[in-house]
């Protein structure tokens, strides 16, 4: 499970949707009080952070339209709730750009 703190725009398309992929099972196990992952560290950093949440859910959907991607899976908005910035990282911004360009993908990580 993972949530990246980096512009969507530098994702390689397995990144991308993968990200957007386990951003909602993320969701449905916060909001949805499920058991799945509830005590992942990447699901427990988000915990009272519903609203950061939500907007990086919005930057990757603009960046998947921008690609042409149909998306049809929105969020609830009235979830939204508590903190709207995401301070808290396993891993720093630069060490997650240092992770993904080890995985020698497409990422556009220079």
Known sequence: MRIWDISPALLC???LLGEHRELHAMWTVITENKKGYSKHPETLRWIG?????????????SEM????????????KRKAVGGGI?????DTPMNQ??????????????
Do not use: T, W
């Open 86 to 90: 995401q301070d808290i990282f396993i």
């Open 65 to 76: 339209k921008s690609r042409g991607y149909n998306h049809q899976s929105p969020l609830d």
């Open 49 to 61: 952070k519903l609203k950061a949440m939500y907007f990086r859910h919005e930057k990757l959907v």
């Open 13 to 15: 398309r397995n990144h």
């Open 97 to 110: 750009i240092r992770i993904l360009k080890n995985k020698k993908c497409d990422c556009k990580l220079s």
